[in-house]
């Protein structure tokens, strides 16, 4: 199974090359899941409802009042919008959010901090297996918890789990910019101890510290291949033991 988390900024940037992989990946039978995320969309969404953005260490406050419009905006909005693009495309895909409940399970993160924003604890296998053959998956990174509440997760974090608990043969973490940047330069690799060095030095910040700390955590779990890039055909940065 190969695992691509792609941002909400990202998605209206896939070219060609990006759909052409993914013909490629069907034609060769990988299971291809992608998870998305959306924040551009939710945080719009929060200003025209007045209602403030915080992030913590990269990751979304969320409270209650806020939740039911994350995921309005995850699976009803960006998901269908994602699916399209597909179709445009003439790729066959499943809108998994569209056609049935998250197969994430989660528990809070941190409720007091966080809000409704969660943690993955599991995965649905029955409905995993279920997924279609010959159709790339589309799925939210929102999950589920033992009392039905949705809960916010980071998508960075979500796709490492889903690759975690899987098995997955590749995970990849496509966003808006090439790799690792030091001075708009790409770092090629890098392993835990060059990574600590740059969040020290604030030269990783903001949502790429999520993103490293969600690699390194596959990587240790067994994930083969992680990479973080812009494009499918980049080599971006390489994340490394």
């Not at 419009?69 to 179709?87: G, H, N, W």
């Not at 690699?215 to 291949?225: C, E, I, P, S």
Request: aromatic share 6%.
């Amino acid at each position: 199974m190969i695992i691509i988390k792609i941002g909400g900024n990202a998605i209206s940037k896939l070219d060609n090359a990006f759909f052409d992989q993914m013909r490629t990946w069907l034609a060769q039978h990988e299971q291809v899941v992608i998870v998305h995320g959306g924040g551009q969309m939710i945080t719009s969404a929060s200003e025209f409802f007045n209602f403030p953005t915080k992030k913590i260490d990269g990751i979304r406050v969320t409270p209650k009042r806020l939740i039911t419009l994350t995921a309005q905006i995850l699976d009803q909005v960006v998901q269908p919008m994602f699916a399209q693009r597909f179709k445009d495309h003439g790729i066959p895909c499943y809108a998994l959010n569209q056609n049935q409940e998250s197969i994430l399970y989660g528990e809070y993160l941190d409720q007091a901090k966080y809000g409704e924003v969660g943690k993955i604890t599991g995965v649905n296998k029955q409905a995993l297996a279920n997924l279609p053959q010959g159709k790339v998956t589309i799925m939210s990174s929102l999950a589920i918890d033992d009392q039905g509440h949705t809960l916010n997760v980071n998508a960075d974090t979500a796709a490492q789990s889903l690759a975690t608990l899987t098995n997955a043969e590749e995970l990849i973490l496509l966003t808006d910019v090439p790799g690792v940047l030091i001075d708009q330069v790409i770092v090629d690799r890098i392993n835990p101890q060059k990574a600590a060095e740059m969040i020290d030095a604030q030269q990783i910040t903001a949502g790429m510290v999520p993103k490293i700390k969600s690699a390194f955590t596959a990587l240790n779990a067994g994930v083969a291949k992680i990479t973080i890039t812009n494009h499918l055909d980049h080599s971006g940065t390489e994340i490394m033991l």
